[in-house]
């Protein structure tokens, strides 16, 4: 079985692998590409997003809206992962300094965003502490 899976890792997602789904896999990507869209935007970022901003940002949106928080971290899956998939479908970009942005050409703006309006008073929230 487990060779099996290894075969096809490269033809199957990975969220099979997971026991995430496509929808639950893009709300975790997609959310977590609001964060960072968010911290390069409006808190002072704009020269990148470490993954130290990431790490804290997350970790107050935890104490203030858990739902939001764990759309976005998942058992078995860590921020890194997501990371990843966020690079490899070009949604975000690296520096050479390991900061992340946003990829401008693909997101132009806030309407090219998948779940912002939801997000962005939450967002403040955690801004605020």
Avoid: C
Avoid at 1 to 23: A, H, L, N, Q, S
Wanted: aromatic content about 10%; glycine content about 8%.
């Amino acid at each position: 079985m487990e060779d099996e899976k290894r075969g096809i890792r490269g033809i199957v997602p990975e969220e099979y692998f997971t026991g995430e789904d496509w929808i639950r896999a893009g709300r975790r990507r997609y959310m977590l590409l609001n964060v960072i869209y968010y911290l390069q935007h409006f808190a002072g970022k704009g020269s990148g997003v470490s993954m130290g901003d990431i790490l804290e940002f997350l970790e107050v949106l935890q104490t203030v809206d858990v739902e939001i928080y764990s759309s976005i971290i998942k058992p078995r899956i860590p921020v890194e992962s997501t990371l990843g998939e966020l690079l490899k479908d070009g949604l975000i970009t690296e520096s050479s300094d390991g900061k992340f942005f946003v990829n401008a050409e693909r997101v132009k703006s806030e309407s090219d965003l998948i779940y912002w309006n939801s997000v962005k008073r939450v967002f403040d929230k955690v801004k605020l502490r």
